[in-house]
């Protein structure tokens, strides 16, 4: 009598390790879906942002975020871009005369 008790407890757990596996597939694949989708209707953002990253890469996890967040980063590094273009402009100008030099 123990030994069909032990291996029909054993047999549940199987089958609760097996469901709480393929739950796990299920919800990789939920997320696995909705970054594809967002880089398929966000492409262009995802260009742009790959662009502008030091590393030309996306930073990790915004694409499962969503639209508001690959927008909101674009917006964020556009901007520190913009201000780091503005303070460097003292740097990338000409000297107005020779003069200056020495």
Known sequence: MTARIFITTFNRCFVLIEAELIRNKVRAMSRMMKMFKTLREENESVVQLKGICP???VPKGLLLEGK??????LLDRREFFTKAKMLDSVNEAMPSHLSELH
Do not use: I, P, S, V
């Open 68 to 73: 508001r967040a690959l927008e909101t980063e």
């Open 55 to 57: 590393d030309g890469k």
